[in-house]
């Protein structure tokens, strides 16, 4: 099956740090790709929708100044975290669709991000 | 997007067959049913989706009733690493984010 790596696992960074994750398809071209954010014992929130070559689309209260978002190609999505707080601590999850018509979503290991 | 409901815990033993049920009443005539497995710490991973009546995969098998305002993924003989949560997630429009529930919590014991 199609593969989505996640880069770096898991990252621990000081209050107010910026931090840079990476979702990659690593077998097929995406042209979408999505972020979500995962607290403990929480199911899956949808943070973002992205977007090759265009500006991504931010679910309602996700400050997009503060989650940057880049899809400079088919296989690469990147998030930055900016200025990060101690509540921005948390599991972050890419995944990313073959085609614009598929129904299946194939997701990466996820990023733990600690914030002290 | 349709709402999905499920029981937010299920508990088995080793080698019994689990059924998880999902309502979704208010499905659309263009929505397939998706479920996907994740484990803690980890990205969700796709199990099998279904449009109507039964699909079956080498892990799971998915009924869909002729109304469609439920589904239910069966799966045979579980062992003590099927313990996960369980989504059940209904899309209407390809290309679109998944909005995932609640899920279910499967704990397996031996």
């Known amino acids: 099956g199609a593969v989505v790596s996640q880069h770096p696992s898991r990252v621990i960074c000081k209050s107010g740090t910026s931090v840079k994750i990476e979702c990659r398809s690593l077998?097929?071209?995406?042209?979408?790709m999505f972020w979500y954010r995962q607290f403990p014992k929480q199911s899956l929130m949808l943070m973002a929708t992205?977007?090759?070559?265009?500006?991504?689309?931010?679910e309602q209260g996700v400050e997009k100044d503060k989650f940057l978002i880049n899809h400079a190609s088919l296989t690469l999505s990147t998030l930055t975290v900016t200025s990060a707080h101690p509540e921005d601590s948390s599991f972050y999850i890419c995944?990313?669709?073959?085609?614009?018509?598929?129904?299946?979503?194939?997701f990466g290991p996820g990023t733990r991000l600690t914030v002290t | 997007l349709a709402k999905t409901t499920q029981p937010i815990s299920m508990d088995s033993y080793e080698g019994q067959e689990v059924n998880i049920t999902c309502s979704h009443n208010?499905?659309?005539?263009?929505?397939?049913i998706t479920w996907y497995q994740q484990f803690p710490s980890q990205g969700p991973r796709f199990i099998i989706q279904?449009?109507?009546t039964k699909v079956t995969n080498e892990v799971a098998s998915l009924f869909i009733p002729a109304d469609r305002k439920s589904s239910t993924l069966s799966l045979p003989r579980v062992s003590l690493s099927d313990t996960a949560v369980y989504y059940c997630?209904?899309?209407?429009?390809?290309?679109?984010?998944?909005?995932f529930g609640k899920g279910t919590t499967l704990s397996v014991s031996s």
């Open positions: 995944s990313a669709m073959i085609g614009s018509d598929s129904y299946e979503q194939y």
């Open positions: 077998d097929f071209q995406a042209t979408t």
């Open positions: 992205s977007n090759e070559g265009s500006k991504a689309t931010y």
């Open positions: 208010n499905i659309a005539t263009n929505d397939y």
């Open positions: 279904g449009y109507k």
């Open positions: 997630l209904v899309g209407d429009q390809a290309g679109t984010a998944l909005i």
